[in-house]
């Protein structure tokens, strides 16, 4: 059984390797993978991205832990997310909120029954003592609607979805930029015209304006340097720069807001 | 099996990868986990906090590698530590001094027998050559005491036990400053009064003084900013505050010592 | 079976979990290493020089997967190396040059068989959806030359082997400076007399002459800082300073000139 693993712990800390030894410890043949832990810290939606972004990749079946809680301690709900074949882990804040959007009939359980837990359970660190027991009892075997009950009123995040202007131009928002300096957009293929990059467009960014969508980072014409968009791998269009930082060139962050219109 | 790994060789270099090639490669079904490859470069008291923080979450027979080892190549012995139901592999400079004081009984053996080792066994690269080799045979099922001779003289650290004060204060030291700046001190619940919280307290870190003892971050009342104190996952009392760094704010370091009064 | 990645993804983003995920969605019982994922990014070389250095600490069989690929959607071809008893996968572009120079009769195979391929093959990330399915098919059983025609006009890189100047002496090249500022030269034992440092040399390299050659780090002399020269544990000759930078003191970067004189 694969188990994922998505904090804000950074690996200089003893933080995530605890983790793995209470779920080595209770789900012995467990393949642990760690997806990233230098989510900036308490950065739910940016976590709620990276986690969107690649657990497709993995089979049916794995169980993904994902800790990026500032409100560990308080009353703030732990909840198990079954969604698309997968189970997540985590606090109630949102982290799971995109997967939810994106596959139909998920269903949210309220982690409620503790026997599982590892006790004494630490006020500041769930993720040892409550997330992980939970991830080795799911990945052992028990179901998530043994582990408390269903909810509905769980947190959501805001939608992925853009946004139509008056004027027919679409608005989303800067989802992630990675460590190449891609700016990763929330437009998907489902949110643009079939023919999306055949008849002229204009993506209004930052301190950019962009025109041209290519294939590749290395196709012919990229390399001036030019911000072009791209279809991403994680199914966003992206804004990036041949061997550059399109992040950097045109001033965008995080949270930025990404207009494409029609001419 | 499970093998951790705890060094200063950072990520960027092939010397945590050659490692795991020569656990894996002598002890195929080994579970390697890294605790951490951060420890700054030959700070071995680093070291010795994190291994402290990190072992008891892992399942008796863990080997627990550790290489920190300033002194690779010359005298120094290596040394195979067997406590708490846990054993340890690594260079004999104080890396295990912190468990072995903590747990009671622990044995220590200097490792005399090469026949392990890979050959021919580098000067500068212990890690791959000696530690990894040892772990992967206690793995396999070697005894430490079929390794070598038991020792006492091993080297110790300076105890993490408090200094009592002639007017009644302790001090302890900074132990761990961690991603999040919260100041990890020496204290644990067994040096300080039953009721420590409960009536009135002053602790002298820095720049700071601290008079609040609060048991989560977020908890009501925290949102100031202003550092208080909580018992930190480690068993350690910590130094916080809420979604900043303490450290930052009291100007504390490792090593610096941390003094608790009681009016 | 173990399967190694070395990539130029850092850890941050979702790229390298992905490819994990694949690997153990079609082979599950791989044990997955990472070598590093903090290459430069679209450094070829430098990931060249690490693989080289990891590679034979991990038993015959291994499968290293690397991906460092300015190329990735371009015309750029997809190979698998059969050298030495490891096989290599990733893109065309000299990452697996060093390990084919150094292994005699290593085999160059083009993938060409795309059955393995995860569908839809992004044309910007080849790790998840070509090389991580690559893995895990040459993992599974499946052999290099059932995925393609062999090859002999792979890309190759500048060899390593020193140039000799007219007055004797020779010339190699800095191929990387490690975490802790060491400066690994080409030069191995093969390249120098077998006496090397029993008589009088001196290493002319940045803004500095070495002349002394020591055993390991903390040898007695060595905590003047001066640097020195060590046999390092990749098997190259390193320039090196007792807990300090030999890069930062020399001047020396990854590609610079080192130069042998012996008088």
Redesign the interface.
């Known amino acids: 059984m694969?188990v994922?693993l998505l904090t804000d712990?950074?690996?200089?800390?003893?933080?995530?390797?605890?983790?793995?030894?209470?779920i080595?410890?209770r789900a012995?043949g467990a393949?642990?993978?760690?997806?990233?832990?230098?989510?900036p810290?308490?950065q739910v939606e940016d976590a709620a991205f990276?986690?969107l972004?690649?657990?497709r990749?993995?089979?049916a079946g794995?169980v993904h832990v994902a800790v990026v809680d500032?409100?560990?301690?308080?009353a703030r709900r732990a909840v198990v997310v079954d969604a698309g074949g997968h189970r997540f882990v985590g606090p109630d804040n949102g982290l799971f909120g995109w997967v939810i959007e994106r596959e139909g009939g998920a269903r949210v359980f309220h982690v409620t029954r503790g026997e599982h837990f590892r006790r004494p359970v630490?006020?500041?660190?769930h993720g040892?003592?409550v997330f992980a027991p939970v991830a080795a009892a799911l990945a052992s075997g028990v179901l998530p609607d043994e582990l408390g009950p269903e909810i509905r009123d769980f947190v959501r995040l805001p939608s992925l979805r853009p946004r139509r202007h008056d004027d027919g131009s679409l608005e989303a928002r800067v989802l992630?930029v990675?460590?190449?300096g891609n700016v990763v957009t929330g437009f998907t293929a489902d949110d643009l015209p079939p023919d999306f990059g055949a008849s002229p467009f204009r993506i209004v960014a930052g301190e950019g304006e962009i025109r041209t969508l290519r294939?590749?980072?290395?196709?012919p014409g990229a390399e001036s340097g030019e911000p072009f968009a791209?279809?991403?791998?994680?199914g966003f269009l992206?804004l990036v720069s041949f061997?550059g930082s399109a992040a950097e060139r045109l001033g965008l962050r995080r949270g930025d807001p990404v207009v494409i219109a029609f001419d």
């Open positions: 694969i994922t712990f950074g690996t200089a800390d003893y933080f995530v390797a605890a983790m793995k030894g209470v080595l410890g012995p393949a642990i993978v760690d997806v990233t832990h230098e989510v810290p308490q990276t986690l972004a690649a657990y990749a993995f089979p794995t500032p409100g560990v301690g308080s630490s006020a500041t660190f040892r003592d992630h990675d460590r190449f294939r590749f980072y290395a196709e791209i279809w991403g791998s994680a992206e061997r």
